[in-house]
């Protein structure tokens, strides 16, 4: 019985161990989702700390994107990073003429106070 137990626990480590290393990034298509609107959000502030703008570490990883041989972690950032750009440019094409005549008009208001 004790063997089983063992045994059991050995496999459980044993898959845990390679699941968590196998992780995939997850896609451009992913993070697009509005579904996953939040994560994406969250990801990206994530990255933003992981990789932060000017470091060494990011100027490293960009060079490694380059060569074809990301780390997973920045591969996921890249896709988040594609997804959040793609996501705004798609926001900026759905802008009326009223919105834009409502943005014009509050900022002349603004300026002639």
Do not use: W
Not at 51 to 72: A, R, V
């Amino acid at each position: 019985m004790k063997r089983a137990v063992k045994l059991g626990l050995l496999g459980a480590i044993v898959a845990g161990v390679f699941s968590a290393c196998s992780s995939e990034p997850k896609s451009v298509e992913y993070y697009s989702d509005p579904k996953n609107a939040k994560e994406l959000e969250a990801k990206v502030a994530e990255c933003k700390k992981k990789f932060p703008e000017g470091s060494e570490k990011l100027e490293k990883e960009q060079l490694k994107y380059l060569n074809g041989n990301p780390s997973n972690e920045y591969a996921d950032c890249e896709n988040a990073y594609s997804a959040n750009f793609m996501n705004s440019v798609t926001d900026f094409g759905n802008i009326t003429d009223e919105d834009i005549a409502k943005h014009f008009k509050r900022n002349n208001n603004q300026k002639s106070q």
